[in-house]
């Protein structure tokens, strides 16, 4: 069964780069079609997408976040990363990573059906 | 980016209710659409996705239809477990979307 971790500082200052990672056991992350994510969820709100990367590096992300985002994908440790710089309050949410199905021919393509567990992420002075 | 639209963004209801949440996509997106679950301090389950489609292990009280631009979520008789908030993501293209939310409430 494919299981997913996320892991890193639960605060991080204004102006300053909040960094996850997701480990990811019982599977490989060097998958031949799938792409691993990143979801967020501000305190009491809804779901936001933030982007997805496939091993080989080709990474998707949302258009408001792009200009602050990065999510890369280690091979060797079977995980993959999130770097968001410059943040702020906003940026405080649960954080959650999950594998996003990529076969083409599945109906399960663009779904995401193994998820993390989640971090809370404040971002506070 | 598609924008998803979900209505309405709460909704309180009884055990044994029939209950129906709507999806809207601000593009055509065929019937590539997904419905979660999610209970509070949880990740999301996926329900439903190509909109029709159960996921294994949930219950057939779920059901989801419609294409294009227009899907509906339907709970045909609500259970004391089903209470959660319910998100519909498209899977159409990059960047993924997700809904609003619906909040299913006891009345």
């Known amino acids: 069964q494919l299981q997913l971790q996320e892991s890193g500082p639960g605060l991080v200052k204004p102006s300053e780069t909040l960094s996850l990672t997701c480990t990811v056991s019982?599977?490989?992350?060097?998958?031949?079609?799938?792409?691993w994510g990143w979801i967020r969820q501000p305190p009491g709100k809804g779901l936001e997408w933030i982007g997805s990367?496939?091993?080989?590096?080709?990474?998707y992300y949302k258009s408001s976040l792009k200009s602050r985002v990065t999510i890369s994908v280690d091979t060797s440790k079977n995980q993959f990363s999130l770097n968001l710089n410059s943040v702020t309050a906003a940026d405080t949410a649960v954080y959650y990573c999950a594998r996003v199905e990529g076969d083409d021919v599945s109906l399960l393509r663009g779904v995401h059906v193994y998820w993390g567990q989640g971090t809370l992420v404040t971002v506070s002075s | 980016d598609i924008q998803m639209t979900q209505s309405p963004s709460s909704v309180s209801a009884s055990v044994g209710d029939r209950v129906s949440i709507t999806c809207q996509a601000s593009?055509?997106?065929?019937?590539?659409l997904a419905w979660y679950q999610q209970k509070p301090g949880k990740a999301p389950r996926l329900l439903i996705y190509?909109?029709?489609r159960l996921q294994t292990g949930v219950p057939s009280r779920f059901s989801g239809s419609g294409s294009g631009t227009d899907f509906t979520l339907t709970i045909s008789s609500l259970q004391p477990e089903d209470f959660a908030t319910y998100y519909c993501?498209?899977?159409?293209?990059?960047?993924?979307?997700f809904g609003g939310g619906t909040k299913v409430e006891i009345k």
């Open positions: 993501q498209q899977a159409s293209t990059f960047p993924l979307t």
């Open positions: 019982g599977g490989s992350i060097s998958s031949n079609s799938d792409f």
């Open positions: 593009q055509g997106i065929s019937s590539w």
């Open positions: 990367v496939y091993y080989r590096g080709s990474t």
């Open positions: 190509a909109a029709s």
